[in-house]
């Protein structure tokens, strides 16, 4: 089957839920006030493109290409992002909202979490080294044998992070956000 290919084009306001996005590939597009809940996105290519106050919430992400991709005021509810295409998969994500969302087994070296909300998340077994969790809400979240190694978990609040089964080796974090690193051993700590 034929793939479309599309460059440098916007597009706005649509409603790719009712009418379906052509299936090809995307590069340098912008996305923005696009609904995508539910979409299937298989097999896809996003490459250097960005979404900006689009809905994506429980779209099929099955072998959808990832490339460079920026999400900024997005809603990204219930995403699979375990299913993937793995080859060069890089994004950030700016002021989304990432709940219930899965990243099983993901490498994600130096991806950027900034004022996102992010509970009930999972993140077990991903390679999250030297990403930055800036102002996120990571309520329920759940790290296990995640490599944190080198992250920032500075302004990042209501994690739990268990220092046993996580690599942790020089990740930042706040005398604040030591509570999320002590949780499993019940004390309590004074400020």
Do not use: W
């Not at 084009?9 to 409603?15: H, V």
């Amino acid at each position: 089957m034929e793939q479309n290919y599309f460059e440098d084009k916007i597009f706005e306001k649509i409603n790719f839920s009712k009418v379906p996005l052509s299936i090809g590939e995307y590069e340098n597009c912008q996305f923005k006030n696009c609904e995508f809940t539910n979409a299937d996105l298989t097999e896809f290519q996003f490459i250097d493109c960005k979404f900006s106050d689009c809905n994506l919430s429980l779209a099929i992400l099955v072998d959808t290409a990832f490339r460079d991709i920026k999400f900024e005021n997005c809603k990204l509810l219930g995403l699979h992002f375990e299913n993937c295409n793995l080859f060069g998969l890089s994004f950030n994500f700016y002021n989304c909202l990432l709940n219930d969302t899965t990243f099983y087994k993901l490498k994600l070296k130096k991806t950027v979490f900034s004022d996102c909300q992010i509970q009930n998340v999972d993140f077990a077994e991903c390679d999250l080294s030297a990403a930055n969790f800036n102002n996120c809400d990571l309520l329920r979240a759940n790290f296990d044998q995640t490599n944190l190694v080198q992250a920032d978990f500075r302004t990042a609040f209501n994690y739990i992070i268990d220092p046993e089964y996580n690599k942790i080796k020089k990740a930042k974090f706040s005398t604040s956000g030591l509570q999320g690193l002590l949780a499993k051993y019940d004390i309590v700590i004074e400020k």
